[in-house]
């Protein structure tokens, strides 16, 4: 039987809120098991941006990352977020140590197309390199991955933390177990947006369609339920959707997704 | 017999000129054998604090780092300056892993006591993660410190870049034969300020009484040579001092300090 991995996605609501984040640091630290955090920090980034007067623009709620923007992406991703995660992972008892892709090279990225938008220093996924982070698991370290990658020839490259935590946990199926966490703000897929606690529990292919059908899933819930059923297809073995509080053990309140 | 670990050292002078960053980085990469970089940045963290409209305090030298500064050098230490670096060396082959004290809980300090001056949230290295650092090389990966550490509650504190790189040679010198480097503007300890190539090859502990007499060895060097004496009291096997081309296998022309 392969041993258990969990891979734990948090957005910038839970970054930019110190409480928020304390304790979800206590859960992710209390969780059982190899695990792995992605973070991203868009919204401090822009915040930080906006003080050293850089425009941070956006198409289609993407950053356009120009030179300017991925100095402040790499010093507040890298930096800002990363370091202070790993230290009060530290002081909880979790063996946080900090990555980007480029480190111990370990995501791999392709510089973004230009097509009709240039997403200027934007990557795309190319390889995740499963050894080194097994190297690392294997050491007893927890890897916490901000979301920037490299494309080996000594690019860093903003990249998509939700795609990140997807890739990873592809990847490291071939060897684990793999859950795939995203942390958002709501406590699930809600069947009725207006009712926080209409969560649909548990979606597999066919209640898909059926959501699709009935228009629960659309907007912003389609591209990351598309990436979900994209990492179940690919070995991935469930992808849970949630607020903070389904990592703990207690909890029942959040979205399954399965095959 | 032991296996043999170079610990290299480069200050802001390194960091901030892109040509020569890029130099120190091919030879750095060509060094042969087991290896970690540690790396200042005190210059760049300056400019963005002044774009940030944040004034660094300095007293005799060194930085007094409150809250916002303290947010400043996160940022550019651990995240652009180390970031770029490990890009860098992954793309001339060398397998980097950029770490804070923070990450594996490898290096821990203490918040300086307040004495006379209250230098905020700067760290005196208690601890060196020797096993952490260790696990790291066996597994293949060249680790790139930046200047900052973390106290194990949580809090992350500005350190020394000279201070941690000596004492990491210290710590690692129970399993290796540590070399420490430390880059710097000139080409050594020199006879005559004035003549570049007055540089003084050897020093030991005779020498260096005769050099202090003579007053060759005095303001911002004496600190210096303190601390390589300290890391040669503590079995480091020998310090070198000079220019990035040191690090090159035909060069001659730099200190070397031994017992």
Do not use: W
Not at 41 to 46: C, N, R
Not at 143 to 163: E, M, R
Not at 202 to 208: L, R, S, V
Request: charged share 20%; with cysteine.
């Amino acid at each position: 039987m392969k041993p258990k991995l969990s891979i734990v996605k948090i957005g910038g609501n839970v970054i930019e809120n110190e409480a928020e984040l304390h304790k979800f640091l206590d859960f992710f630290s209390e969780l059982k098991g190899a695990k792995i955090l992605v973070h991203g920090g868009g919204k401090l980034a822009t915040q930080i941006a906006d003080q050293l007067g850089i425009t941070s623009q956006m198409v289609g709620g993407r950053r356009i990352t120009d030179k300017e923007s991925l100095k402040v992406i790499t010093m507040v991703y890298g930096g800002l977020a990363n370091k202070n995660i790993v230290a009060q992972l530290q002081a909880k008892g979790t063996n946080a140590i900090g990555l980007s892709g480029a480190d111990g090279n370990t995501i791999q990225a392709v510089k973004r197309p230009v097509k009709e938008i240039d997403y200027g220093f934007a990557g795309d996924v190319e390889k995740v390199n499963t050894a080194a982070i097994e190297k690392l698991l294997k050491a007893d370290f927890t890897p916490v991955f901000c979301a920037i990658t490299h494309n080996n020839q000594g690019q860093l490259l903003n990249t998509n933390a939700d795609t990140i935590a997807s890739e990873i946990a592809i990847g490291m199926s071939g060897v684990f177990e793999t859950t795939l966490y995203y942390c958002f703000e709501k406590k699930g897929v809600l069947l009725d947006i207006s009712d926080e606690n209409s969560v649909v529990t548990h979606i597999e292919p066919k209640k898909y369609q059926e959501l699709l059908q009935n228009n629960i899933i659309a907007d912003g819930m389609l591209p990351k339920l598309e990436n979900c059923f994209h990492a179940l297809n690919q070995q991935v073995n469930k992808v849970c959707i949630g607020d903070i509080s389904m990592l703990q053990p207690s909890s029942t309140l959040y979205t399954t997704i399965t095959l």
